[in-house]
Structures are given as C-alpha cells and as structure tokens.
Nanobody, 120 residues
Framework: QVQLVESGGGLVQAGGSLRLSCAASGTIFSINDMGWYRQAPGKQRELVALIPRSGDTNYSDSVKGRFTISRDNAKNTVSLQMNSLKPEDTAVYYC??????????????WGQGTQVTVSS
C-alpha cells in the first residue's frame, strides 16, 4: 500500500508564507509526477503545481512567481513553498503522486488534504 502524508497547512495573513510538505511511503518502485492540487469551497479541484521526476516544473498562472514546488527523489517527498499568499489561495491543498508500485503497475495517489486559510 502507498500513503501520502501531508503537513504544513494553517492560517496566515495575506502577504504571509506557508510551506506544505508531503511524504510518500509504502511499496514504491519509483515516482513519476508529484504535485499539489487545491479545492476551494464550491469549486472544482485545480492544479497548483506539478513536478515530474526530471524536475521541470509547471505552475498554474494564478500562483506563478509566488509558489515554488520542489521534490527530493531520495526521500520521496514533495514540498510547496507559498509566498505572498492571497485570500483567494484559501483552499484544501492535496498532494498528488503518480507512482510505480510494480514492474508494470502504476497508479495515482492523493493525500488526505491540508487546509490553508489566508485572512485579509
């Protein structure tokens, strides 16, 4: 079994910073894409940032220049540094990973979600 465990959410004032972390554990051969999605109340889940194993990053336009995604392949972790936070960043943030768990078996996995609330 594979688990993604997130940490680092919380309440912060507009303009502040938070860092989210996610660790994957279990039977893992390798991890392809890792990333972060978010879902605000009444809205669909949306991509925030994605980082494949190669390290090339992809950000949504709404967070470019403010958020930075990084990963540690040796530790199977992914982090999201969030700076200059805005009230519209308020959402539940979900860690995502596409993981190879066997020679030909791959699956997508999600963390349990962590709340980020930005007050104005």
């Amino acid at each position: 079994q594979v688990q993604l465990v997130e940490s680092g959410g919380g309440l912060v004032q507009a303009g502040g910073s938070l860092r989210l972390s996610c660790a994957a554990s279990g039977t893992i051969f390798s991890i392809n894409d890792m990333g972060w999605y978010r879902q605000a109340p009444g809205k669909q889940r949306e991509l925030v940032a994605l980082i494949p194993r190669s390290g090339d990053t992809n950000y949504s336009d709404s967070v470019k220049g403010r958020f930075t995604i990084s990963r540690d392949n040796a530790k199977n972790t992914v982090s999201l540094q969030m700076n200059s936070l805005k009230p519209e960043d308020t959402a539940v943030y979900y860690c995502y990973a596409h993981i190879r768990t066997g020679i030909i078996r791959t699956n997508s996995y999600w963390g349990q979600g962590t709340q980020v609330t930005v007050s104005s």
